[in-house]
């Protein structure tokens, strides 16, 4: 027995730096840095987790769908301590939405061949978090999502998923979808060693003819949705601010008063 | 006029506030027809009716339960079968963004999250986001199959408008995957008596400022005088001194309250993510450099331990 683990990781504009659109109205990556982002290095921890708590021999791919930059994103996730790497790019993807973003990740996985895909809970760019559910449409299997717990054992994965109102145990059948959330566990931090082990792995590089693909399905054209207008919110007026003096708290039931929330 | 479907969230036949908001948003597009599953679905229909629904279609099963997001999707679809509706509604849960997100797959059509506004427009309805943390609005439209579209809570004032809402069983075929996913326990969370967090019209936070689970108190003595939900921020939580369900941010909820006060957060990008579109943001802390206070209506700069407090004693004894 061996298991295939394919986590899929996104490439992101740092959330630090100064986001914008660009004039077709899609993410401006060109003027800030970007990066593995957050959410999935908690994928990729997990998959690391199950491999190491297995008897079986397992091999751990990431997956990502961007341009050239995104393979920053892949070999972080390869000197945490994944196996190989696949990056699916391709000039007509840019523009593509979470529709089509899901397409790509079911051919791609399909053509990979695997036991279990691991995602992030969302990107912290989209932050959509729908994604996994979507894939799991697309592949036909399980959807075990949102998980602050996870493991795998004799072909099956259980976890626990936290909701507004209770707790849910979760249970799936492999093949099957798994996220997780940030509740999961630490992300460890690459060691050189695994730094430089990163450098040799081996990253695979797909574009939309490998995934038996047309340029259609995907990009700004082949998107469902359209964003006609993109604003930058107005600066808020500047507040009052006051130093405490100690009358602090009764200064602040003036204002909320005023404001009738009192 | 055209249909539109909305998703109910309820608990028992318990209409959830988020639900009677999308009512409110669905009639500027179409007539509302809701969607209610699983134990107690019958009961919601006179709490929808009050609120514009023309219509109720109701099924219950136990795989509403059982299994995870796929039987509700398979309802939906069948009421969309029944229906033709001109657009889906769902409430932005977690949950509601899984379910919208699998129908928008299976009809062929495009699907928008997190909406916090929605207006008819001449190409199907038109939907407000705020994305980057706030700092950027859009507008954007499905621009192919039935639009389906999430809704965030407190996107609407709730506005009664008594319609028909007449009960009908709507007829489900469960998919072959609908079983993949097996719940095999659940434990309902314990009450606190106090608003849910992300429904809530006030939201008192807590910080790395409070220093500790038993100072967390006093956040909540804050809250009770406001009658107001409690969140708090990710260093509070990763420091073990307040569960994760309360965490306001990018990887917590995202919340929209009418007031949102801070106490002894600083403000760093990933918690503004989740707070920014507050309609009134105070905030209290030590450091008058905080980011946090970039965003305020109203900031303290001072210690929150003699703040707070004072607040809450001001407060309680101006509503007597």
Same mark, same amino acid.
């Given at each position: 027995m061996s298991l295939r683990i394919v986590v899929t990781v996104k490439y992101v504009p740092d959330a630090t730096g100064d986001r914008h659109f660009a004039d077709d109205l899609t %993410?401006?990556? !060109?003027d800030v840095d970007g990066l593995l982002s957050e959410l999935d290095e908690y994928a990729v921890e997990q998959a690391l987790r199950i491999s190491e708590n297995s008897d079986d021999a397992v091999e751990i791919t990431v997956l990502t769908v961007g341009p050239e930059d995104a393979k920053d994103a892949l070999r972080k996730a390869l000197s945490m301590g994944a196996d190989k790497a696949i990056h699916v790019e391709? !000039?007509?993807?840019?523009? &593509? !939405?979470a529709i089509g973003t899901s397409l790509i990740l079911a051919k791609t996985v399909e053509k990979a061949g695997y036991d279990l895909v691991i995602s992030g809970m969302?990107?912290? !760019?989209?932050?959509?978090?729908v994604v996994p559910a979507l894939l799991a449409e697309r592949l036909g299997v399980p959807q075990v999502t949102l998980l602050s717990e996870v493991s795998v054992e004799d072909g099956t994965v259980k976890g626990r998923r936290d909701g507004d109102a209770a707790s849910e145990n979760l249970e799936a059948s492999l093949p099957a979808v798994v996220s997780v959330t940030d509740q999961s566990g630490e992300a460890r931090y690459p060691s050189f060693k695994g730094i430089m082990a990163a450098k040799k792995k081996p990253v695979e590089s797909w574009d939309l003819s490998d995934l038996d693909l047309e340029a259609e399905e995907v990009g700004l054209e082949g998107?469902? &949705?359209? %964003?006609d207008n993109a604003a930058e919110r107005p600066a808020r007026t500047a507040g009052t601010i006051v130093k405490d003096e100690g009358e602090g708290g009764k200064q602040l039931a003036e204002f909320l008063a005023g404001q009738k929330f009192i | 006029m055209a249909e539109v479907l909305v998703y109910v969230d309820h608990v028992d036949g318990s209409v959830r506030k988020p639900t009677l908001e999308l009512l409110t948003l669905a009639r500027r597009i179409g007539e509302p027809v809701a969607v209610a599953l699983g134990n107690g679905a019958a009961d919601t229909a006179a709490t929808l009716a009050e609120h514009g629904a023309v219509k109720v279609l109701t099924h219950e099963a136990a795989e509403y339960a059982d299994y995870l997001v796929v039987p509700k999707v398979d309802a939906l679809q069948a009421a969309h079968e029944a229906v033709s509706p001109a657009a889906v509604l769902v409430p932005s849960s977690a949950e509601g963004k899984e379910i919208a997100a699998r129908l928008a797959l299976r009809l062929g059509s495009g699907i928008i999250t997190d909406a916090v506004d929605l207006e008819a427009g001449d190409e199907g309805p038109v939907a407000t986001q705020s994305v980057f943390a706030a700092s950027f609005t859009t507008k954007s439209r499905v621009s192919k199959g039935t639009p389906v579209i999430t809704v965030k809570p407190n996107s609407a004032a709730v506005e009664p408008a008594p319609a028909a809402g007449a009960v009908e069983a709507l007829n489900v075929t469960f998919s072959d995957t609908a079983t993949g996913t097996k719940v095999t326990g659940r434990t309902q969370r314990e009450s606190t008596?106090?608003?849910d967090l992300t429904e809530a019209a006030i939201v008192v936070s807590g910080g790395r400022g409070v220093n500790g689970a038993e100072n967390f108190a006093i956040i909540e003595a804050l809250a009770d005088s406001l009658g107001a939900a409690v969140g708090a921020s990710r260093a509070a939580v990763d420091a073990g001194w307040y569960p994760h369900s309360n965490q306001v941010g990018q990887t917590g909820k995202s919340v929209s309250p009418q007031l949102y006060i801070a106490s002894g957060i600083s403000g760093a990008i990933q918690h503004r993510a989740g707070m920014q579109t507050s309609k009134t943001i105070v905030a209290i802390n030590k450091d008058a450099e905080a980011p946090i206070f970039d965003l305020v209506d109203y900031g303290i700069v001072g210690d929150l331990f003699d703040v707070v407090p004072a607040l809450t004693e001001e407060i309680r004894t101006r509503k007597g």
């Open positions: %993410v401006d990556r !060109d391709d !000039d007509d993807i840019h523009g &593509t !939405d969302a990107s912290t !760019d989209g932050t959509m978090g998107a469902y &949705t359209t %964003v | 008596g106090r608003p």
